[in-house]
T-cell receptor, first 113, second 112 residues
Framework: QQQVKQSPQSLIVQKGGISIINCAYENTAFDYFPWYQQFPGKGPALLIAIRPDVSEKKEGRFTISFNKSAKQFSLHIMDSQPGDSATYFCAASITGANSKLTFGKGITLSVRP | NAGVTQTPKFRILKIGQSMTLQCTQDMNHNYMYWYRQDPGMGLKLIYYSVGAGITDKGEVPNGYNVSRSTTEDFPLRLELAAPSQTSVYFC???????????FGPGTRLTVT
């Protein structure tokens, strides 16, 4: 049973366009929802994260939208740049001492010049 | 700070050989994690530790062992390497007061 599902599986966007990646989760006890960005040959790095008490969080060109009733959250990348080309993972966890992230399968974003 | 460091970067093992993947963090983080990443499968948790001397299994622990004798180090041991263990392995750490996990650069392991 996959607890965190990402869509689409891959995404190609033109430079300057909007990239949208979706994530659905099943466990209603999850209370922390991060997005990680991974460049080839590197480890994942936290991009942006949200908690269920807010519906949207924006950091620069990156925005997380959160829909608690639908158990979904999404990453929007505005004015997408070739440097944004990477693999993006959504994840979820339950806050606490034994907190463990459950990751989605990841999606590869390619931004064409 | 170097953050999370992993050695080696690459390794080729023969079936049945053993090896230890090293992980060290210099952020005084209590929590440490080992993941494996396979193409199209995301990151799967192998083992984790909430502090020195305390470890617990994750989602895919079979074929692996860990120890945590110090806060800084969290080695992952493969005793009898199998082709199914061909993967990229990432170590991560997290502070007691934060949610963010900091990842190392990874070790690419091939078992043939």
């Amino acid at each position: 049973q996959q607890q965190v599902k990402q869509s689409p599986q891959s995404l190609i966007v033109q430079k300057g366009g909007i990239s949208i990646i979706n994530c659905a989760y099943e466990n209603t006890a999850f209370d922390y929802f991060p997005w990680y960005q991974q460049f080839p040959g590197k480890g994942p790095a936290l991009l942006i994260a949200i908690r269920p008490d807010v519906s949207e969080k924006k950091e620069g060109r990156f925005t997380i939208s959160f829909n608690k009733s639908a158990k979904q959250f999404s990453l929007h990348i505005m004015d997408s740049q070739p440097g944004d080309s990477a693999t993006y993972f959504c994840a979820a966890s339950i806050t606490g001492a034994n907190s463990k992230l459950t990751f989605g399968k990841g999606i590869t974003l390619s931004v064409r010049p | 700070n170097a953050g999370v460091t992993q050695t080696p970067k690459f390794r080729i093992l023969k079936i049945g050989q053993s090896m230890t993947l090293q992980c060290t963090q210099d952020m005084n983080h209590n929590y440490m994690y080992w993941y494996r990443q396979d193409p199209g499968m995301g990151l799967k948790l192998i083992y984790y530790s909430v502090g020195a001397g305390i470890t617990d299994k994750g989602e895919v622990p079979n074929g692996y062992n860990v120890s945590r004798s110090t806060t800084e180090d969290f080695p992952l041991r493969l005793e009898l390497a199998a082709p199914s263990q061909t993967s990229v392995y990432f170590c991560a750490s997290r502070g007691a007061l934060g949610d963010e996990q900091y990842f190392g650069p990874g070790t690419r392991l091939t078992v043939t």
